[in-house]
Structure formats: structure tokens, C-alpha cells
């Protein structure tokens, strides 16, 4: 079991930055695939970014490329999302995830968060 406490959301500009942090429980946190989500008002939830175990294997939204990056700390049990060029439609809530069971790269993922909200301001 994992548990999954992100923080770091808030209130930008447009073209601003914001880094969200998620802190996992459990000493096996290093095992596990990790992933952002978000959820916009409205509308259904969205993959974001993900990034393996190893640190090896990243992916992302075409909608997020070359502006946010994932990276992990396994030492801190940590995972972040570093979100430059912020715009307004990225307004959501922001979910943390994490996946042992191999779905991650097809966008299933065990064990989430309850989310952090990052409101962009025009």
C-alpha cells in the first residue's frame, strides 16, 4: 500500500511556474512507476506525465511537452512536476499516482492522491 500526499498548487499568472511535489509513504516507493494527473473543471480527468522506476523511462501529454517535467527523488520518497509557461486551460486539479503492477504505461495506475489544485490566472 501506498499513500500519496501532493502539495505545491496555487494561484499564477500566465507564462508563471509552480512545482508540485507528491510525498509517498512506504519503503518500496523506488519500485513503483509514478504519475501526474489533473482534472479540469468540467471535464474528465487527464494523463499528464509519467516517469518509471529507474528514472529511465519518462512520458507526456503532447499538451504539457517542452513545458513540464517530471523527475523523482527515490531517496526523499518524493516525486515532482516543474510546470513553466503556465496557461489558464491548465487549470485543474493535479493528481499524484503510482503503479506496481506494470498498467502505468497504458495509463493505469494503482494508488492516487487527493489532489492539488493550480489555478492560472489571464
Known amino acids: 500500500q501506498v499513500q500519496l500526499v501532493e502539495s505545491g498548487g496555487g494561484l499564477v499568472q500566465t507564462g508563471g511556474s509552480l512545482r508540485l511535489s507528491c510525498a509517498a509513504s512506504?519503503?518500496?516507493?523506488?519500485?513503483?512507476?509514478m504519475g501526474w494527473f489533473r482534472q479540469a473543471p468540467g471535464k474528465e480527468r487527464e494523463f499528464v506525465a509519467a516517469?518509471?522506476?529507474?528514472?529511465?523511462?519518462?512520458s507526456y501529454a503532447d499538451s504539457v511537452k517542452g513545458r513540464f517535467t517530471i523527475s523523482r527523488d527515490n531517496a526523499k520518497n518524493t516525486v515532482y512536476l516543474q510546470m513553466n509557461s503556465l496557461r489558464p486551460e491548465d487549470t485543474a486539479i493535479y493528481y499524484c499516482?503510482?503503479?506496481?503492477?506494470?498498467?502505468?504505461?497504458?495509463?493505469?495506475?494503482?494508488?492516487w492522491g487527493q489532489g492539488t489544485l493550480v489555478t492560472v490566472s489571464e
Open positions: 516517469i518509471s522506476w529507474s528514472v529511465i523511462s519518462t
Open positions: 512506504g519503503r518500496t516507493f523506488s519500485s513503483y512507476a
Open positions: 499516482a503510482a503503479d506496481n503492477s506494470g498498467g502505468w504505461r497504458r495509463g493505469l495506475f494503482e494508488y
